[in-house]
Structure formats: C-alpha cells, structure tokens
Nanobody, 114 residues
Framework: VQLVESGGGLVQPGGSLRLSCAAS????????MSWYRQAPGEQRELVAT???????NYKDSVKGRFTISRENAKNTVFLQMNSLKPEDTAVYFC?????????WGQGTQVTVSS
C-alpha cells in the first residue's frame, strides 16, 4: 500500500495550494480519505475528511477556505487550500481508513510566509 502526497510548498499569506494524494494497493473507492496536519511542536490534527460516499467534513478553522474532494477513477484525493494563513503552516498527511485498516502517507510540507 502506498499513499503519496504532492503539491506542498512555500506560499504567501492569502495564496492557494492544491495538495494531491495518490493511493495504490487499496480498493480506493471503499476508503474514507482524510487530510491531517502537524505543525512543529504540535499534535497531529484532522483537517478534512471525504467519506467513501462523498460526504465531507472540516476542521472549523478551515471551513470556507479548504475543499476536500476525491476522484475514484484516479485513486486520488485532493485538498484545495485557499486564503492560506501562517497558522496553516504544517506537514500535511493523507490518511485512508476502512474498517480496521488505516494507512498513512509520508507527508508534504506547506509553509505560509511572506
């Protein structure tokens, strides 16, 4: 099983990034997919989830700015991040969960700074 994140980088406050997570080795359409993030010295926190049925939910601080989506035909989940703030700086991780199975990617760094 592999989850490979991409799309991170350095962006100015107010800017946008689109993260992607490509999955292999799983029956992607069955899995709920989530994005987590971890800032230096902080605990990992849930940012957004899209279920296998397409329902979404978000951490309060990103509602209206971030959009999670999935493309089952490409085994990929996305996180569109707009109006980025310095406090969004973190390593962003993709996670796949179904029943007792849980898989994580290696993470991609997002830095919001002027």
């Amino acid at each position: 099983v592999q989850l490979v994140e991409s799309g991170g980088g350095l962006v100015q406050p107010g800017g946008s990034l689109r993260l992607s997570c490509a999955a292999s080795g799983i029956l992607f359409r069955n899995f709920d997919m989530s994005w987590y993030r971890q800032a230096p010295g902080e605990q990992r926190e849930l940012v957004a989830t899209v279920t296998s049925g397409g329902r979404t939910n978000y951490k309060d601080s990103v509602k209206g700015r971030f959009t999670i989506s999935r493309e089952n035909a490409k085994n990929t989940v996305f996180l569109q991040m707009n109006s980025l703030k310095p406090e969004d700086t973190a390593v962003y991780f993709c996670m796949a969960r179904w029943a007792f199975f849980e898989y994580w990617g290696q993470g991609t760094q997002v830095t919001v700074s002027s």
